[in-house]
């Protein structure tokens, strides 16, 4: 039985990312661990070379390239798509030259002012998602009056701007940014009126995996939110979310096949 979701594995070959920051910062390991999340059942996976955990320092270009397109190069022929997780235009540029086929921006193609006519260049998918501020300032007092709202028109905005920029609109995806400069009454928000998202006509991508809004419902560190990440999983896929990005591909897959199975999807 097929998901109808598709699993987007998080491999993130740094040093600081809040949940598995340094585990897999070498090359043979992050290889290593994108096989075995493929085995597991991931359609897809997310390399990034830059944390944007709340409050997390911002790498140079150069330290990121050097960090993400050796593992890309070394997945040649792997049996799952090729993500690149940057908020910078070059960065994107040389991973799709070297095998990834989505740009997956935090920043909306917002960080660089030659982002949207790089995206657009480059042809491949791009996941435009929502975050207030930056990672280093996201979380200092974020408010809204009607979060559902203001992220939904902030990324019609944003896809406008990238099909006016040349990107087609087939190839956009869309991440209402769980986590992203959110409270825990924001997140929750988002999370139960995400099939409002299918308005904008566009793939959504969720990303509510080990997130802090689960420990601020149960107290749960990073590493103790499995439940709460399976049940996001879960409800994302009710919701109807297209993509689905984990940390735990195995257990979420295991999931997925019998809560569809139940539903008789």
Excluded at 156 to 177: E, F, H, W, Y
Aim: hydrophobic share 45%; net charge negative; with cysteine.
């Amino acid at each position: 039985m097929k998901n109808t979701a598709k699993i987007m594995g998080i491999l993130n070959v740094t040093p600081d990312s809040f949940s598995d920051g340094g585990r897999y910062d070498g090359v043979e390991q992050a290889v290593a661990h994108a096989h075995a999340m493929v085995r597991a059942g991931a359609d897809i996976i997310d390399i990034g070379g830059e944390s944007t955990r709340p409050g997390a320092d911002v790498v140079g270009r150069a330290e990121e390239l050097a960090r993400v397109i050796p593992v890309i190069e070394a997945l040649a022929g792997i049996a799952a798509e090729i993500s690149i997780d940057t908020r910078r235009p070059a960065v994107a540029q040389a991973a799709v030259q070297a095998g990834a086929s989505i740009w997956n921006d935090v920043t909306a193609l917002e960080f660089d002012d030659g982002s949207p006519d790089m995206a657009a260049k480059l042809g491949c998918k791009v996941v435009l998602m929502h975050m207030r501020g930056t990672p280093v300032t996201m979380q200092d007092n974020p408010h809204y009056r009607n979060v559902v709202a203001e992220v939904m028109a902030y990324l019609k905005t944003r896809m406008s701007v990238a099909i006016k920029a040349g990107v087609k609109r087939q190839n956009i995806i869309l991440d209402p940014g769980i986590g992203f400069g959110k409270r825990l009454e924001d997140n929750l928000n988002l999370l139960q009126h995400l099939d409002d998202f299918h308005i904008l006509g566009r793939p959504i991508l969720l990303g509510a995996s080990r997130k802090s809004f689960i420990g601020k419902i149960d107290g749960s560190t990073a590493s103790e939110r499995l439940g709460g990440s399976i049940a996001s999983a879960i409800w994302g896929a009710s919701m109807g979310a297209s993509i689905l990005r984990v940390h735990d591909v195995e257990e979420t897959m295991q999931a997925l096949k019998v809560w569809e199975a139940i539903n008789g999807t």
